[in-house]
């Protein structure tokens, strides 16, 4: 039978990973978990607050991606419980921890337009920072799952780039 602080170590450390650099990944998750969660608000924002002629196509675009970006929150705090740890589901530590702005007073569309392809970006580049260390760690399972959002979020780039052309 096992001791208290043996079970500790074995559901901290069960994928039997290097637990130093998945405590990195743990804190490089949560901290893609609050970006998720501010863009997709921004992005919210912009599917009730865009005005114009192109109102019916962005309108109906930004509901697509933010249900989009609403299933990949889901499946990334799903990841973090999987490799042991917890995800963080507070605003204020969302507000802390993302490196997007909230984003107000924004129904121009073109605006709200550069504002997704910006926001996509940055979630892109984090995403390829955070399944490096994953492979450094080898999760190849996270980095999998990061990879697969990789496709999703450059093709909705470029199709809102194309958008705005």
Request: net charge negative; charged share 25%.
């Amino acid at each position: 039978m096992a001791t208290a602080t043996n079970q500790k170590a074995t559901l901290s450390n069960h994928l039997n990973l290097d637990e130093k650099v998945m405590k990195k990944l743990n804190g490089q998750l949560n901290d893609l978990l609050a970006d998720y969660h501010v863009f997709y608000q921004n992005v919210r924002g912009f599917h009730w607050n865009v005005r114009g002629n192109d109102f019916f196509v962005l309108h109906e675009k930004f509901e697509e991606l933010y249900t989009q970006l609403y299933k990949f929150i889901d499946e990334l705090a799903e990841r973090i419980l999987m490799i042991g740890y917890r995800p963080t589901h507070v605003y204020s530590d969302y507000l802390k921890n993302t490196i997007h702005k909230e984003i107000t007073d924004v129904k121009d569309g073109d605006e709200c337009v550069n504002h997704v392809i910006n926001g996509l970006g940055v979630l892109v580049s984090s995403h390829r920072k955070t399944a490096e260390t994953a492979e450094e760690a080898g999760d190849i399972a996270t980095a999998d799952l990061l990879t697969k959002f990789v496709g999703d979020l450059e093709k909705r780039m470029w199709m809102f780039t194309m958008y705005r052309k």
